[in-house]
């Protein structure tokens, strides 16, 4: 059955998507709707997901937040939930996988994101230290996006290297306010099988550490145009963490399962 297919299609993917921590629980065989779940050992959260057997689109599909939460919570939960499936885009050839990975996988992360609060966001302060984020996706090959992210990230100054290939791998340094934009503009490209592996944090052992590139162009308001490369090799990608930030910044792709074997040699 097609449709059934496609559902299996997607259910592969996120599979593939999933971090170590994390683990995909398959429903009995035969048991409709089919309930899946996915849990992780760094999270007091889970998700339950309910799939119809005419898996047909956003109705056949039901997704939910499980933890240990107080009624208050449970209902932010489920407001927070109704609001992301409204962008479930029936155009996507994998719209499960889709919603799964942009909005509901990174609650799982160690540290969850909590239900929207009402109030404003403070504005985000100033400072020196600069930024991290690491990306992964199934594979880089495109010619057109290996080219955009050598555009996209001298643009915002940045500092990093794209690992072509399979997997692909974006690892990137940078100003706090411009490397959350870069990440958000990377994610609204087409990828197979995308994840932030690390959203943009604070790396104190870099401050003062970001070269200004490009300054005499006028590039970026005067912060110049960053340092981006390619290498081809999942051993090059290690050897450039390495050497930026010894062992310890090694061990950002190793926990993710990408490179151990070459990380320990």
Known sequence: MALQHDLATELELISSSLLPAETLHLPQPGAWP?????????SNLSLAIAVNERYM??????IEVKGDVGREEASKWEQWISERM???????EYPLYQILTAHFLPLLTPKPIPPPSPEIPPKLEETSIPFHALLISHHLISPTKRKNLIALSSSFSLVGFSKIGHPGILYAIGDQ???EEWTREVKSWNWLALRVRLPPCPIPEEEGNLSSKGQENGA?????RGKWIEVEKIGQALEWLRDRGGEGRVKLLVDMGVGGAIGRT
């Open 34 to 42: 089919q309930l899946y779940s996915i849990t992780s050992t760094d």
């Open 86 to 92: 409204r962008e479930w885009d029936e155009d996507e």
């Open 220 to 224: 970026r308001g005067g912060k110049g």
């Open 177 to 179: 306010r411009d490397l």
């Open 57 to 62: 689109g956003k109705k056949d599909v039901k």
